[in-house]
């Protein structure tokens, strides 16, 4: 069965630093990954998508992630930090078993907290 | 655009009461997802909508939950009778077509709180 693994529960990095937020997979065919975001009191947002073709991807507010197939890791990272990057980050991976196979199975969550 | 729009925010109830969310999508989006999160965990699908018709409901505790599409856009998703254990964030989101690799948007959830 597919899943997704986030080992931090919070990571903690002072602004401007380089920050990276774990997230690990497994699944039975073509892993499709994504990371979304989500602020206090609001809605996830999606932060970006690996799909197929480069292993670094860029997404929004400057974040990129790197999928390693090898590790089977699609981690989270940023050159330097904002204290407006405090949040809850989700690792999620396409599940596979529903009819469409567009529905999301996420990770538990890790927490960034970026200190000025 | 509007964003996904869902009511109420919050909602506290006894257990073995019932409790009803809606959901109203963006416009034009044939997909619909609710989304049970619990404290402390990752969200969790509870039914997909494709227009009106249900793709997968196989997660969803039929025996007390139900939700409806009817026609194709708004969405309400009841629980009856609710327990304890039912107490977390429920997240409505949409997609435009539903295809894989499409992002998803999600609105601000409702709060359920069941003493």
């Known amino acids: 069965a597919q899943s997704v693994a986030q080992p931090e529960d919070q990571v903690n990095v002072a602004e401007g630093n380089p920050l990276t937020v774990k997230c690990t997979y497994s699944v039975s065919g073509n892993p499709y990954l994504f990371w979304y975001v989500q602020y206090p009191n609001r809605g996830l947002q999606f932060l970006l998508k690996?799909?197929?073709?480069?292993?670094l991807v860029k997404g929004s507010y400057g974040f990129e992630a790197e999928f390693n197939k090898s590790q089977t890791s699609f981690h989270l990272k940023k050159p330097s930090a904002l204290v407006s990057d405090s949040a809850l980050y989700f690792c999620?991976?396409?599940?596979?078993?529903?009819?469409?196979?567009?529905?999301?199975?996420f990770g538990k969550g890790t927490t960034l907290s970026v200190s000025s | 655009e509007a964003g996904v729009a869902q009511s109420p925010r919050y909602k506290i109830i006894e257990k073995r009461q019932s409790v009803a969310f809606w959901c109203n999508p963006i416009?034009?989006?044939?997909?619909l997802y609710w989304y049970q999160q619990i404290l402390g965990q990752g969200p969790k699908l509870l039914i997909q909508?494709?227009?009106?018709?249900?793709?997968?409901d196989s997660q969803l505790p039929k025996d007390r939950f139900s939700a409806e599409r009817l026609k194709g856009v708004d969405s309400t998703l009841k629980i009856q009778p609710a327990k304890l254990e039912d107490s977390a964030v429920y997240l409505c989101?949409?997609?435009?077509?539903?295809?894989?690799?499409?992002?998803?948007?999600f609105g601000s959830g409702t709060q359920l709180s069941v003493l």
């Open positions: 690996y799909i197929t073709g480069d292993n």
């Open positions: 999620a991976v396409r599940d596979e078993r529903g009819q469409a196979g567009t529905a999301l199975i």
């Open positions: 989101a949409s997609s435009l077509v539903g295809r894989w690799n499409e992002k998803l948007f």
């Open positions: 909508f494709q227009n009106n018709g249900v793709v997968d």
């Open positions: 416009s034009g989006h044939a997909t």
